[in-house]
């Protein structure tokens, strides 16, 4: 028997490893070390004044009201990291292991044990975040930190059992519909905390004694201990192609991320998610030039009916938020925020002005005109921002938090977000040639941030009168209101003129 | 009686400094097929963008339909190009890339989307997303929406890239029919059958036949 097989194949590993090191990319210098720990000081002064603050105000019991909204956003967060844990993989490795080691006679549970170590570190990074939350909604009325840790150990729980079911799920089919029951399960709980129903048993957990704290922090321990085992054992057993597919996908989101070019990232989840569907061709309506162009945004919307159901039900997340107490009328950030979610709803119907803008080939195969086409393509944003933004506002309207007309705001800053989300869909890659600002906290690249800034600039500029509005708590103001209805139209209608001459 | 629908003179292009086309010239007339032959590098490409009004000349004068080109509407409604693969629309299946081209334009299509399915042997992946069909398949669908469009003048950039020995042949025919109707191809290729069916020029040689 030959040395590799018979210690299982780690060291071989450790030495290929070794050999691809010696041979990789110079040692980190001094300046790499000086631009992390600068990285990591920074991090730690950002997120730290929060957390000390979240901290010290533990203390003392919370409002019931706000307890069930906060426990349905920390559930939400819960589904999401499970989706996205699903979405990622989890499990993969870099492109150059996915071509020289993967399909090797090496042992695959040494190939993987680089990435399981980063997923663990990710899993338990999440749970803390998790957990902190889960104290912050319940509140501590006493024994402040038997309460904490108890919270920072369900949490971590939740999140490293989560990250195991989805290895497991990714090693053997038969795991997967546990994934999809365990994100369903989270939402419907999600739902019950946010209408309030749960308010007893939020009290309950809220008040209960150390013992049974103590209890429940064991048994999600238990669980999560149990999982995590199985999952340990299963990391060998993860088919190749399995491994390749996240591989690929985790390679496109690393050289998207490296060129700084966020545009790729959707057409990747975009034509997968085509490539894997199955479609009935459906009639072309007769319509003018400029419209049948147009229809293929709406169709598209239409066949994707679970992104619009998320669209739509995200259009509840202010009023929930609102609830749970982050959100106040002179929060201006939370409305702001209302802007910025219409400004994404709108950016869901522009797929066809982003494809143009990309690859015009087909723009100039329909002989369509910039100018037709573009305000023709305005419309289906236009509808969902005005829908979006007003049932947002009407939600905080039923909290109490704005006036009862405000969602009359909807259809008035719609056309200017629909301007900025085609502006945003047409903007091209990252100009990487344009300067670098130079700070004592490291390089700034003007490029990404004026990238970041297109399409923003638009939006923003056609909602100053409900910028105005919101920041000066004036929302019932028919007259600023009218004057949003006037701007929005006038920057839509300048954005097309202009795009008819140049792109 | 002829037309001339390009008229290009002393055209000269330089791209990073490499000079691709020096003095080129040609002249087509209405109803004729012209195939740009020549070896890689020698410019084939380069002059079908100048002709689609996509790549400015950096000397001389390139008239399509009597103007300079321009990449606008009206030039789109007249010209039809097909050049790398075009990026299809997402969420739209190959029979509904053609019934948009037939829908956004105004005249009378050359073929009906049923009549395009089948003379380009599409329909039995007519449900399938162009992402899914192989890439002669795919080549096959940009050509049917280009050829399905009303058009007076066509610019190929090796149109058959990815197609069989048969498809090739069929789509000599399908530009021997597109010309009988009056229109004008214009073509670069690498084929020889192809380059049969037309009037063969060289970019290298400064426009002249090959």
């Known amino acids: ?503 | 009686m002829y037309e001339s629908i390009i008229t290009v003179t002393g055209l000269t292009v330089e791209l990073g400094g490499n000079p691709v086309l020096t003095g080129t010239r040609l002249a087509v007339a209405a109803g004729e097929i012209v195939a740009v032959v020549g070896p890689n590098g020698s410019g084939k490409s380069t002059l079908l963008r100048c002709l689609a009004g996509l790549q400015p000349a950096g000397e001389g004068t390139i008239e399509v339909f009597g103007a300079a080109p321009s990449d606008e509407g009206p030039f789109w409604r007249r010209v039809a190009l097909l050049a790398d693969e075009p990026a299809w629309y997402p969420g739209l299946t190959a029979r509904e890339h053609l019934e948009l081209m037939s829908a956004v334009h105004t005249g009378p299509s050359r073929l009906t989307v049923e009549d395009a399915l089948d003379v380009f042997d599409l329909r039995s992946r007519a449900d399938a997303p162009p992402l899914n069909l192989s890439t002669g398949q795919r080549q096959r669908l940009a050509l049917a929406a280009t050829l399905l469009r009303p058009s007076d003048l066509l610019l190929l950039d090796e149109p058959e890239r990815g197609l069989d020995a048969a498809f090739r042949e069929r789509l000599a025919g399908l530009l021997d029919a597109y010309a009988a109707e009056g229109g004008t191809v214009v073509m670069a290729t690498h084929d020889p059958l192809l380059a049969a069916h037309g009037r063969q020029v060289s970019p290298a040689t400064g426009g002249v036949p090959a």
């Open chain 1, 1 to 503: 028997m030959r040395p590799a097989e018979a210690d299982g194949g780690a060291r071989p590993v450790k030495e290929v490893r070794a050999f691809i090191a010696s041979r990789g990319r110079a040692p980190a210098s001094l300046l790499d070390r000086y631009v992390a720990g600068f990285g990591l000081v920074m991090g730690a002064a950002v997120v730290g004044r929060p957390i000390a603050s979240l901290l010290g105000g533990l203390a003392g019991a919370t409002d019931p009201s706000r307890a069930g909204a906060g426990t349905a956003l920390v559930l939400l967060a819960c589904a999401g990291y499970l989706a996205l844990a699903r979405a990622a993989g989890p499990v993969s490795v870099s492109g150059g292991d996915a071509s020289w080691l993967l399909l090797s006679p090496l042992d695959r549970r040494g190939v993987l044990a680089r990435p399981a170590r980063l997923l663990l570190a990710v899993a338990v990074a999440a749970g803390l975040l998790l957990g902190l939350g889960l104290a912050a909604v319940l509140g501590a009325p006493d024994h402040l930190v038997w309460r904490l840790l108890a919270a920072l150990v369900v949490g971590v729980s939740a999140t490293l059992g989560g990250m195991a079911l989805a290895v497991l799920a990714q090693a053997s089919a038969s795991w997967q519909s546990w994934v999809t029951a365990g994100v369903a399960v989270l939402v419907v709980l999600a739902l019950v905390a946010a209408s309030g129903q749960a308010r007893p048993a939020l009290s309950a957990a809220a008040h209960a004694p150390p013992a049974v704290l103590g209890a429940a922090a064991g048994a999600a321990a238990l669980a999560c201990g149990l999982l995590v085992r199985r999952a340990l054992a299963a990391l060998g057993r993860i088919p190749a192609r399995a491994l390749l597919a996240a591989s690929t996908r985790a390679g496109h989101v690393a050289t998207a991320a490296v060129r700084l070019d966020p545009g790729a990232l959707t057409w990747i989840a975009e034509d997968n998610h085509w490539r894997a569907r199955r479609l009935r061709s459906r009639r072309w309506p007769s319509l003018p030039g400029p419209l049948a162009l147009a229809w293929q945004d709406w169709l598209r919307l239409a066949r994707r009916p679970g992104r619009l159901a998320l669209v739509a039900g995200a259009a509840a997340l202010p009023a929930v938020l609102a609830q749970a107490g982050a959100v106040s009328a002179t929060a201006a950030l939370g409305m702001v925020g209302v802007l910025a979610g219409a400004l994404a709803a709108a950016s869901s119907g522009t797929a066809g002005a982003r494809r143009d803008g990309d690859n015009p080939s087909l723009a100039r195969l329909t002989g369509v005109g910039r100018g037709p086409a573009l305000a023709a393509r305005a419309l289906l944003p236009a509808l969902l921002a005005a829908a979006w933004a007003a049932a947002a506002f009407a939600g905080l309207a039923l909290t109490g938090t704005l006036p009862a007309t405000s969602w009359l705001w909807g259809p008035a800053v719609a056309p200017a977000l629909a301007a900025g989300a085609l502006r945003m869909a047409r903007r091209g890659p990252v100009d990487h040639s344009m300067p670098i600002i130079d700070t004592p906290g490291g390089a700034i690249p003007t490029g990404p941030l004026f990238w970041a800034l297109t399409g923003l600039d638009v939006a923003l500029i056609g909602c100053l009168p409900a910028v105005a509005a919101l920041l000066g708590g004036r929302m019932g103001d028919g007259s600023l209101m009218a004057a949003q209805a006037l701007a929005g139209v006038a920057v839509l209608a300048a954005y097309v003129l202009r795009a008819r001459r140049a792109r």
